[in-house]
Nanobody, 120 residues
Framework: VQLQASGGGLVQAGGSLRLSCAASGRTFSSYTMGWFRQGPGKEREFVAAMRWSTYYADSVKGRFTISRDNAKSTVYLQMNSLKPEDTAVYYC?????????????????WGQGTQVTVSS
């Protein structure tokens, strides 16, 4: 599976962005899809995941929404009410998990990352 993330950019605090991650292959619907991020000087951290149910980190719950379109083999991350602390490189990931997982080690495939910068 190859993953291609896009949609990052520079936005002011309080603004919104939508990230997309397009996947190759014909078994997209079988994968749990996840979003992770890594800020400057920080470790990679879980943001959201989705198979049939959705899972969110507490820090983004109520502001971010993960969704997927299996017909387009694409997963999305709608990010609203962005804060400067959301600044990071965002990565999409795929894994045969059967459920969501906040551990990056559980995912088998990774996209290249897309930069999100939130200015105050």
């Amino acid at each position: 599976v190859q993953l291609q993330a896009s949609g990052g950019g520079l936005v002011q605090a309080g603004g919104s962005l939508r990230l997309s991650c397009a996947a190759s292959g014909r078994t997209f619907s079988s994968y749990t899809m996840g979003w992770f991020r890594q800020g400057p000087g920080k470790e990679r951290e879980f943001v959201a995941a989705m198979r049939w149910s959705t899972y969110y980190a507490d820090s983004v719950k109520g502001r971010f929404t993960i969704s997927r379109d299996n017909a387009k083999s694409t997963v999305y991350l709608q990010m609203n009410s962005l804060k400067p602390e959301d600044t990071a490189v965002y990565y999409c990931a795929a894994g045969y998990l059967g459920t969501g997982s906040p551990s990056w080690r559980a995912y088998d495939y990774w996209g290249q990352g897309t930069q999100v910068t939130v200015s105050s």
